[in-house]
């Protein structure tokens, strides 16, 4: 069973960074395509950015285009997001998530395995 740890989530103000990681255990890590996504309170959980089994290819939501940066290490089992210029739109629970495709997926229901989410808060 795959198993996802999201990490570095927290509280910041308005245009401020955070990076958040996801680290994968118990599967094959390098072989699928990943995705964030996040849930704010009374919404539905939404695609953020996700990127291919190697690296090669991004893909954001227009929302955090030019703020957020999705990469991966596959030697270290790590997922990555980089978001710059946080504003308090962006404040919800983050979840990493692994597909069983190589291919990027925006939909929730193409991610069968995912993380306990980390809440990220930005204060205005």
């Known amino acids: 069973q795959v198993q996802l740890a999201e990490s570095g989530g927290g509280l910041v103000q308005d245009g401020g960074s955070l990076r958040l990681s996801c680290v994968a255990s118990?599967?094959?890590?390098?072989?699928?395509?990943m995705g964030w996504f996040r849930q704010a309170a009374g919404k539905e959980r939404e695609f953020v950015a996700g990127?291919?089994?190697?690296?090669?290819?991004?893909s954001y939501t227009d929302s955090v285009k030019g703020r957020f940066t999705i990469s991966r290490d596959n030697a270290k089992n790590t997922l990555y997001l980089q978001m710059n210029s946080l504003k308090p739109e962006d404040t919800a629970v983050y979840y990493c998530?692994?597909?069983?495709?190589?291919?990027?997926?925006?939909?929730?229901?193409?991610?069968?395995?995912w993380g306990q989410g980390t809440q990220v808060t930005v204060s205005s």
């Open positions: 998530a692994r597909t069983n495709y190589v291919s990027i997926m925006t939909r929730v229901s193409e991610y069968p395995y």
């Open positions: 118990r599967g094959t890590f390098s072989k699928y395509a």
């Open positions: 990127i291919t089994y190697s690296g090669g290819v991004k």
